[in-house]
């Protein structure tokens, strides 16, 4: 027990080392953010061997975890990098890496902050911002909707019984977007030339769309997408701006009275389209089962 504490320091000096950012030709730095000898701090934790030095042993697992990094980033947000461009893609890559290193055992999670990030720093994107954060929420859903939970859907009697007052929840494991532009044909194409091409995606089986004409450049236009699970692989469903207020306003908390307020609100439907409307919109939710009774409502 009396040697746990200097196994832990020398754990996180090598953690430390290991993750030490690159440089720009993607070798190990030699000297650190604090402008100490990395060299030193190498000889002093690993030996030398006949062929390399402890610094150049050190390098390789340096290199290595950072080579690791940049693939699994570029393979969750191959749609990002075809709007801004492989150039800026790689200088945008490092440094939000460099801002949000790997914090978790799974880099599932690389990209966990990547929206909020891009959203502060529109120089790595400019003048393709609004369709580069439109892009990476995609992404992020895409991988959110594979592995996100399920819970158990609302029954037909329990949609009988809703009133105005109801408060519904949606799946976990759905996620809702709106974008500028056509950006699920944009992701759905340059996916198609990826697979063309033997690659595969790295956080879902595989994404379905109803087919139509794809665009690796983002067309121009309001689009409202829901990105879902269904046995395993993901799907990108195109919503009304109806429907998705509806389902943006439960997902907010609001009743389903408020809710269907919200959806119409500014709407050019009239109030028998709007009932028709909302009927047909309630039997697909029931028939995707994305509706979920309140977590409170459980728990009582």
Request: proline share 4%; net charge negative; glycine share 4%.
């Amino acid at each position: 027990m009396s040697d746990a504490p200097e196994l832990r320091a020398l754990q996180q000096r090598m953690a430390a080392a290991v993750m030490s950012p690159l440089t720009r030709d993607e070798q190990m730095r030699r000297r650190d953010a604090k402008n100490q000898s990395v060299e030193k701090e190498a000889d002093s934790f690993i030996k030398p061997n006949d062929r390399l030095t402890s610094f150049e042993r050190l390098e390789i697992y340096n290199r290595q975890y950072w080579f690791r990094l940049f693939s699994s980033f570029e393979e969750d947000f191959p749609g990002l990098k075809a709007i801004v461009g492989t150039r800026r893609f790689e200088r945008l890559m490092r440094a939000y890496l460099e801002a949000h290193p790997s914090r978790s055992f799974t880099l599932r999670n690389l990209g966990s902050s990547l929206v909020g990030w891009l959203q502060d720093n529109p120089q790595y994107t400019h003048p393709m911002t609004a369709d580069a954060v439109a892009m990476a929420q995609l992404e992020w859903a895409h991988i959110e909707a594979f592995d996100n939970e399920q819970r158990p859907s609302l029954t037909t009697a329990e949609i009988a019984a809703l009133d105005d007052g109801s408060h519904l929840e949606l799946q976990p494991y759905l996620r809702l977007l709106e974008a500028p532009s056509a950006v699920d044909d944009t992701l759905l194409a340059v996916r198609d030339a990826s697979e063309g091409a033997g690659a595969q995606a790295s956080n879902a089986v595989s994404i379905h769309l109803v087919r139509r004409t794809r665009s690796r450049k983002p067309v121009p236009g309001r689009t409202y997408l829901a990105v879902h699970r269904h046995e395993n692989s993901v799907y990108y469903k195109r919503l009304t701006r109806e429907d998705y207020l509806l389902l943006r306003a439960f997902e907010h908390g609001e009743t389903l009275g408020g809710a269907i307020e919200a959806a119409f609100a500014h709407s050019p439907l009239s109030e028998s389209e709007r009932a028709a409307h909302i009927q047909a919109s309630f039997h697909y939710l029931m028939q995707m089962g994305w509706l979920c009774t309140s977590r409170s409502t459980e728990s009582s």
